[in-house]
Structures are given as structure tokens and as C-alpha cells.
């Protein structure tokens, strides 16, 4: 099998809580590049498009999916949207109720800058708009 390797944008990472929707940990890796795109549907997977994702896929796991620093370090916090991530990607086939198909497989998650969860979510107020 091969793997590609691929830099991407983090959003939704459920890397150690099931997604409530999915219930399987997830992760979505955006604004991929046209050659990252172009080496999975030679893999036969189809990257989707969104305007504030640009192509993306989505990688689903059973089990917890662990990150890491680019010295090898584990990751032991939450990884925000906008986190810039090298993934190497696999692929495995599926069966379900007479319709079948390749999704990816993500078999390594490395975070070159980490925007930790929540960091985004902050609220500024400025003093003067205080009421």
C-alpha cells in the first residue's frame, strides 16, 4: 500500500473523544495543495470542497489518533483549527449495506504549529466597550 504524505490546515480534530456525530475520532485536514489532491484521487480518494476549508478530507479512526511534535514528542493537549500539520495518508477499502469504497487512513500526524484548542475561541473585549 502506499502512503502519501501531505501538509495540510487542522479543523474538528477529535483526536482523543469520539466526534458526537460520527462517534469515531476524526479529523479533517484542509487547504490542501493541487498535488496532494491530485496523489489521493490516484488512490481513489476523492477530496471535497468547501469555501472555508478549500479541499479537504476527512480521516476517521476507531481508536484515539495521536499527534506529535516535529521532535517526536507526543502531543498531550487538544489541536486547534488552524494548526499546520505534515500527515502521512493511507487508504483502506470498505463494505456497508451493498455500497463499497477507499477512504484514508491516517497513519501519522505531525504538528509544525500548533494553535491550541480553544486558543481561537477567545473573546477580545476591548476596556472602552464595556458597558
Do not use: H
Not at 79 to 106: C, D, H, M, Q, R
Request: with cysteine; charged share 25%; aromatic share 8%.
Amino acid at each position: 500500500m502506499t502512503a502519501l504524505k501531505i501538509k495540510a490546515d487542522v479543523m474538528w480534530a477529535n483526536l482523543d473523544r469520539p466526534n458526537e456525530m460520527s462517534g469515531k475520532y476524526q479529523i479533517d485536514l484542509c487547504n490542501l495543495s493541487q498535488a496532494a489532491v491530485n496523489a489521493l484521487n490516484e488512490l481513489g480518494v476523492s477530496a471535497k470542497m468547501k469555501d472555508d476549508k478549500g479541499y479537504f478530507i476527512t480521516c476517521k479512526s476507531t481508536q484515539p489518533i495521536r499527534a506529535f511534535f516535529t521532535d517526536g514528542s507526543e502531543i498531550g493537549g487538544g489541536v486547534g483549527n488552524g494548526s499546520k500539520a505534515i500527515a502521512l495518508i493511507g487508504t483502506y477499502s470498505w463494505t456497508f449495506k451493498n455500497k463499497e469504497g477507499i477512504s484514508p487512513s491516517l497513519k501519522k500526524l505531525v504538528i509544525e504549529d500548533l494553535v491550541n484548542y480553544g486558543e481561537n475561541d477567545a473573546v477580545v473585549v476591548d476596556e472602552d466597550d464595556v458597558l
